[in-house]
């Protein structure tokens, strides 16, 4: 069984900075992307930042310039650190991971969600 746990999620004000951490436990043989996603009342689950085991990233546009996205392979680690935060930012974010398990095929893997608020 494979489990992705997150961390980091809370409460800061407009300008200010979070850092969300994302670990995978369990039965890993390997690990594709990693990623974040978010979901915001009333709207899709959005890409937020994606980062490939070999170390390729895509941002969403909106983060783009604020937002970090890394990996720790060792660790079966991801991270996003989040600067210069905006009340727009505010959602759940979702940990993902594409992952073979070491009795199965790659799949998609999700948190169970951190709640980012980002007040103005």
């Known amino acids: 069984q494979v489990q992705l746990v997150e961390s980091g999620g809370g409460l800061v004000q407009a300008g200010g900075s979070l850092r969300l951490s994302c670990v995978a436990s369990g039965s890993i043989f390997s690990i594709r992307a990693m990623g974040w996603y978010r979901q915001a009342p009333g709207k899709q689950r959005d890409m937020v930042a994606l980062?490939?085991?070999?170390?390729?990233?895509t941002y969403a546009d909106s983060v783009k310039g604020r937002f970090t996205i890394s990996r720790d392979n060792a660790k079966n680690a991801v991270y996003l650190q989040m600067n210069s935060l905006e009340p727009e930012d505010s959602a759940v974010y979702y940990c993902?991971?594409?992952?073979?398990?070491?009795?199965?095929?790659?799949?998609?893997?999700w948190g169970q969600g951190t709640q980012v608020t980002v007040s103005s």
């Open positions: 993902y991971a594409d992952i073979k398990s070491t009795y199965g095929r790659f799949a998609n893997f």
């Open positions: 980062i490939l085991s070999g170390g390729s990233t």
